[in-house]
């Protein structure tokens, strides 16, 4: 690029930037101590500018500063993490070392048990080239429902009843709920909740599901707000006026936000 643009910045935006913030302690595996100091075998976390974008929309929206609110950010797509944003610094995520971690994905299976994959390396002759292959491009809803990773066709499925995109479905949801409770449980309360992507943003079904039982948390689901939601279009609040955890879709623009990075990397203020 430098020899076909001479004279033309060359700017990275890393989608890991978001969380350097994070602690040894979040970021430490329970491996020994040598992966880590020799190979830097550590925990990174993804969509960093995804997560960045919307948990300072949210702010603006709420009249507030991002350093007066904690807020879990729910980016479900193809790619899905949640982020736990304390005072606008991510303290921790649930994507790992790689983009494979934490929650089930659209073809990514998420947390599994680190013994499954010597269990099919016995069983099955599994490699490491292919044991990336079933983890990363035929797991998740792909894999659990057999139908499709576009979580629009596997509800669609659901709804006729087929039992493979029932389980999907759920278990999709099931993981998301769990983790909100980690992170919320990490930032010592909350203040908001953002859902944003594809399916946060497009799925009245998913966010009604991953927010069953949340009353705990201080969150209450407005059903109509919920369902008229234009997540694509604005910010929408879609919990009720008076709980003290606010709910909202946010559309993330990543695009967006890295290119306010590479403004300021060169010393232009973004619009």
């Not at 278990?171 to 992170?183: M, T």
């Not at 919320?184 to 944003?196: H, I, R, Y």
């Not at 998913?206 to 705990?216: C, D, K, P, Q, V």
């Not at 948390?217 to 919990?239: T, V």
């Amino acid at each position: 690029m430098r020899r076909l643009l001479p004279g033309v910045p060359q700017i990275a935006v890393f989608d890991t930037a978001f969380h350097h913030t994070l602690r040894e302690h979040a970021y430490l595996y329970g491996l020994p101590w040598e992966y880590y100091e020799e190979l830097r075998v550590r925990r990174y976390g993804f969509l960093g500018t995804s997560h960045a974008w919307v948990s300072r929309r949210a702010a603006e929206f709420l009249g507030r500063r991002p350093e007066e609110l904690r807020i879990v950010s729910c980016h479900l797509g193809n790619g899905a993490s949640l982020c736990a944003v304390d005072r606008g610094r991510s303290v921790d995520t649930t994507m790992g070392f790689t983009p494979a971690e934490g929650l089930i994905m659209g073809t990514r299976c998420g947390d599994v048990d680190a013994g499954v994959l010597a269990f099919l390396e016995r069983e099955r002759g599994l490699t490491a080239g292919r044991s990336e292959e079933i983890l990363n491009r035929r797991s998740g809803l792909l894999g659990l429902s057999g139908i499709s990773s576009d979580m629009r066709e596997v509800l669609k499925a659901a709804d006729a009843g087929v039992p493979r995109a029932v389980a999907a479905v759920t278990a999709y949801c099931y993981r998301v709920r769990k983790a909100i409770g980690a992170c919320v449980a990490v930032l010592g309360g909350l203040d908001a909740l953002v859902f944003t992507a594809g399916v946060g943003q497009g799925s009245d079904r998913i966010r009604a599901m991953a927010l069953e039982g949340s009353g705990i948390l201080g969150i209450r689901l407005d059903g109509q707000r919920n369902h008229s939601a234009r997540g694509f279009d604005e910010i929408c609040r879609i919990s009720a006026d008076d709980p003290p955890v606010a709910v909202l879709v946010v559309p993330t623009d990543e695009e967006r936000l890295m290119a306010g990075e590479a403004l300021g990397a060169v010393g232009r203020p973004p619009d």
